[in-house]
Nanobody, 125 residues
Framework: QVQLVESGGGLVQAGGSLRLSCAASGRTFSNYAMGWFRQAPGKEREFVAAISWSGGSTYHADSVKGRFTISRDNAKNTVYLQMSSLKPEDTAVYYC??????????????????WGQGTQVTVSS
């Protein structure tokens, strides 16, 4: 089992920045590719970004490319999502997820076995 706990969400004005963190425990963190997803009210869960176990490969959804950056620190068992130039449409609950021996190509929710509880990000206009 892998336990994931997100933090760093909050209320920010459009154009602002936030950094989300996801702390992992329970298994060898470096064995897992990690992803960030988000879900707005009434919408399906949406892929945001993914990173390989080493951090050497990343992939970002087109909607966030150039504004969000995923990274990880295996020594700290933590994955990050740096978000800048935030827009009201980025408002959602953000979830981190882990997939064993996965890659940055894992972009579907069903690719991931472990999920955090989510953190709310609200961007005001």
């Amino acid at each position: 089992q892998v336990q994931l706990v997100e933090s760093g969400g909050g209320l920010v004005q459009a154009g602002g920045s936030l950094r989300l963190s996801c702390a992992a425990s329970g298994r060898t963190f470096s064995n897992y590719a990690m992803g960030w997803f988000r879900q707005a009210p009434g919408k399906e869960r949406e892929f945001v970004a993914a990173i390989s176990w080493s951090g050497g490969s990343t992939y970002h959804a087109d909607s966030v490319k150039g504004r969000f950056t995923i990274s990880r620190d295996n020594a700290k068992n933590t994955v990050y999502l740096q978000m800048s130039s935030l827009k009201p449409e980025d408002t959602a609950v953000y979830y981190c997820a882990a997939t064993y021996r996965g890659s940055s190509s894992n972009t579907r929710p069903r690719d991931y076995a472990y999920w955090g509880q989510g953190t709310q990000v609200t961007v005001s206009s």
